[in-house]
């Protein structure tokens, strides 16, 4: 796996505040991204 892990399809995701949880070894990341 490459690091485009973190990248994603957000075409189909209305605009807004998004929270994303990435469980990389063993500890809980949340990761904020905001669409406009």
Known sequence: RTN???KM???G???GIY???LN???RL???K???N
Do not use: H, M, Q
């Open 24 to 26: 990389k070894s063993g």
């Open 29 to 31: 990341k949340i990761i």
């Open 19 to 21: 929270f994303v949880e």
């Open 4 to 6: 485009n892990d973190l």
């Open 9 to 11: 399809d957000v075409s």
């Open 33 to 35: 991204f905001v669409k």
């Open 13 to 15: 995701l209305s605009a």
